[in-house]
């Protein structure tokens, strides 16, 4: 079955227009909960209940209410948390031992957009089939149970507090950050009053800075995807590292006392060469847009290696199949399933600083091994629907690119899951030659979306 509504990661898009408007969030509410109903009905007549945590975009009251009204219909209780990292509520969620929950965020996205991401009873992405089922119940009229049958909505108060003392568990207890200087970049998002207190609970002397979200500023010029204020604020404080999430919580990127940036190929190989020194690492999950330096450092390791599609369900799914624990995407998505069932960026800087602590290295030693290959990347809009692969003259470019790399790099093409446009990345050396490439094909890309 295709799917209509929903991308790698839920379903997203600008407010306002389809699918983020009050009336398709309704019917996705009350879509989704009568999958969970019926679902939970096989389970000897459990209620299904699910908890609703966001961001801090303004959009997220409208959506908010609308998801809260649909689920009620359809006989679901609702627990409200109100802004709350992703792998918050993936947690929450498997720890009060609900039906489901509900995340409204759009990640990295300026605060225009929105979106909507779902996690089952057990803290993980819902599956590709249930989200199939979703869709194929969002083509029925939408309905209300009778009084009695509807579903109750509640608070729950303490969502960041239990929360807060998950992710200082996933950090060794026999050790602390007492003695380091840390700045916090929570983005303006979800985070912003949650990380600064976990590593300030931990020891660490923390400056927090995009902790101050007014519904419009997330992730503007703060956060994982604009480091350079927090380059700007290392330097200036001396600090020791630097700490950035996203607007939901789920990416890092570290930035060192140089004002060095870390991307999460390099974290991901610092934790993975740390652990190897101290256990078993059976294999590491990437992407294809993984940086092909992390596939050979690990082998040389003896670290097996395997790419997945990009999305970190994608990762997920490969290191469940391969029963691994470590994965990631160099956007700063780590995965650790021995600490939690999704990527998390609060968690992911404590097993990064658990690294730094336990190995007494600075992060750039940890890494100096690891000599990444140039990457260009090229976001080339097109309409939505555009079938790239139907082009010859875009094929014709990237196999140009190819015979020009002979086997010293890597060309990907790739549709967005979360924009429309087409992601166009040529890896290799030099870097002139790898730019030239890159900008050959967007070009080939741009006349074909335009004919």
């Given at each position: ?21 009050a ?22 007549g ?27 219909a ?17 947690y ?28 089952s ?75 600064p ?29 604009a ?10 404080r ?10 939901d ?12 940036v870390?991307?999460?190929d ?30 050979r ?5 003896g ?9 970190d369900?994608?990762?997920l ?16 998505h ?9 990527g998390?960026g ?106």
């Open positions: 079955m295709s799917r209509s509504h929903f991308g790698t990661d839920g379903v997203r898009g600008t407010v306002g227009h389809s699918p983020m408007t009336d398709f969030v309704l019917r996705l509410g009350y879509a989704a909960g009568r999958v969970l109903a019926g679902s939970m009905q096989a389970r000897a459990a209620h299904p209940s699910v908890l609703i945590g966001k961001d801090t975009r303004i959009s997220g009251y409208m959506i908010e209410a609308a998801l809260e009204a649909g689920f009620s359809a006989g679901v209780d609702v627990l409200l948390c109100g802004p709350l990292p992703t792998p918050g509520v993936a929450l969620t498997r720890a009060l031992r609900l039906s489901a929950g509900v995340v409204i965020s759009a990640s990295h996205n300026p605060y225009a957009d929105n979106g909507i991401k779902f996690f009873g057990s803290g993980f992405k819902l599956p590709d089939a249930v989200e199939q089922e979703i869709e194929r119940a969002l083509e029925s009229p939408i309905g209300c149970n009778e009084s009695a049958k509807l579903g109750r909505a509640r608070r729950v108060d303490d969502a960041q507090g239990r929360y807060i003392e998950f992710c200082k568990s996933t950090f060794p207890g026999a050790l602390d950050l007492k003695g380091m200087r840390l700045i916090v970049d929570c983005a303006h998002g979800a985070a912003y009053n949650v990380a207190q976990v590593f300030h609970e931990l020891g660490a002397d923390v400056t927090a800075i995009g902790v101050t979200p007014d519904g419009f500023n997330i992730n503007d010029m703060f956060g994982a995807t480091p350079q204020t927090l380059v700007d604020e290392v330097k200036h001396k600090a020791d590292l630097g700490i950035a999430l996203d607007g919580g789920d990416r890092l990127v570290v930035v060192d006392r140089a004002g060095r870390y991307d999460g390099q974290l991901l190989y610092a934790v993975a060469k740390h652990r190897a020194t101290r256990q078993s690492v059976k294999g590491v999950a990437g992407t294809v847009m993984s940086n092909l330096a992390l596939e450092a690990l082998q040389r390791m670290v097996a290696f395997a790419r997945a599609k990009v999305g369900r994608y990762v799914e490969l290191l469940r199949e391969r029963g691994w624990d470590l994965g990631g995407e160099n956007s700063g780590i995965i650790c399933l021995d600490k939690h069932t999704t998390d609060i968690v992911s800087a404590l097993q990064v600083l658990t690294t730094v602590r336990e190995s007494g290295k600075a992060l750039s030693e940890l890494v100096a091994d690891l000599v990444m290959f140039p990457q260009v990347l090229l976001n080339v809009a097109v309409p939505k629907g555009f079938d790239w692969k139907r082009h010859p003259a875009i094929a014709q470019a990237q196999d140009a690119a190819e015979r020009a790399l002979d086997g010293k790099g890597r060309v990907l093409l790739r549709p967005s899951g979360t924009e429309p446009v087409l992601r166009v990345m040529v890896e290799g050396e030099p870097r002139e030659a790898i730019e030239s490439a890159a900008q050959s094909i967007a070009d080939s890309v741009r006349k074909a979306a335009a004919a």
